[in-house]
């Protein structure tokens, strides 16, 4: 019984001290590679990435696993998903971004966030919605804003410094800095 936990025990540390660390460190070459700017101090786990040029990471952020940035469009030169210095963005977010999204530093992005800065056109009713052109417009996160789980920041929107927005809320208009915003659509429920 005790080799069989000094084993396990051991096999793990070994996998997530030691190969964990070296894989990310491989695939953190490869996106530089490809790119991608890795600030230094920068941990980063595993995450799916459409065009490595296009995303620009600060000095010692905090991004853990299946963030997912797909710059929705063809090549063009980048960067423009744009994270600045000592950010967290947690696991599962998404940035759907066709033009920019610039988020400042000392951010808290929770789990689940979703950001998607353009919309389809729908207004012809004889033409299929898929082939009208879509509007797009830069989304932008001010210095230490907290955005709760599994919140939803669509085009044009601006978050203004030290805001708060609660887990589940839509944000379909702009917050000033210091608010807290909360709901489906996101509306004031608070000030800092």
Same mark, same amino acid.
């Given at each position: 019984?005790?080799?069989?936990?000094?084993?396990?025990?051991?096999?793990?540390?070994?996998?997530?001290?030691?190969?964990?660390?070296?894989?990310?460190?491989?695939?953190?070459?490869?996106?530089?590679?490809?790119?991608?700017?890795? @600030?230094?101090?920068?941990?980063?786990?595993?995450?799916?990435?459409?065009? $490595?040029?296009?995303?620009?990471?600060?000095?010692?952020?905090?991004?853990?696993?299946? &963030?997912?940035?797909?710059?929705?469009?063809?090549?063009?030169?980048? $960067?423009?998903?744009?994270?600045?210095? /000592?950010?967290?963005? @947690?696991?599962?977010?998404?940035?759907?971004?066709?033009?920019?999204?610039?988020?400042?530093?000392?951010?808290?992005? =929770? +789990?689940?966030?979703?950001?998607?800065?353009? /919309?389809?056109?729908? +207004?012809?009713?004889?033409?299929?919605?898929?082939?009208?052109? +879509?509007?797009?417009?830069?989304?932008?996160?001010? $210095? /230490?804003?907290?955005? @709760?789980?599994?919140?939803?920041?669509?085009?044009?929107?601006? &978050?203004?410094?030290?805001?708060?927005? =609660? =887990?589940?809320?839509?944000?379909?208009?702009?917050?000033?800095?210091?608010?807290?915003?909360? @709901?489906? $659509? =996101?509306?004031?429920?608070?000030?800092?």
């Amino acid at each position: 019984m005790n080799i069989n936990y000094f084993l396990h025990q051991s096999l793990f540390v070994i996998r997530f001290r030691y190969v964990k660390k070296w894989i990310i460190m491989l695939n953190n070459i490869w996106l530089k590679f490809n790119g991608m700017k890795i @600030g230094k101090g920068t941990h980063m786990s595993k995450c799916y990435v459409t065009w $490595p040029h296009q995303v620009s990471i600060g000095n010692y952020c905090r991004l853990e696993h299946n &963030i997912y940035f797909h710059y929705d469009g063809i090549w063009k030169v980048g $960067p423009s998903i744009i994270i600045k210095d /000592n950010v967290f963005i @947690g696991n599962n977010c998404e940035f759907n971004i066709t033009d920019k999204i610039i988020i400042e530093k000392d951010c808290l992005i =929770a +789990s689940g966030c979703k950001f998607i800065d353009h /919309n389809h056109s729908f +207004s012809s009713v004889t033409e299929i919605i898929r082939k009208q052109k +879509s509007t797009k417009k830069e989304i932008h996160i001010g $210095p /230490n804003v907290w955005l @709760g789980v599994n919140v939803v920041v669509l085009m044009g929107i601006e &978050i203004g410094e030290g805001a708060v927005v =609660a =887990a589940g809320a839509i944000v379909v208009e702009s917050i000033p800095p210091f608010e807290i915003w909360g @709901g489906v $659509p =996101a509306k004031k429920i608070g000030q800092r």
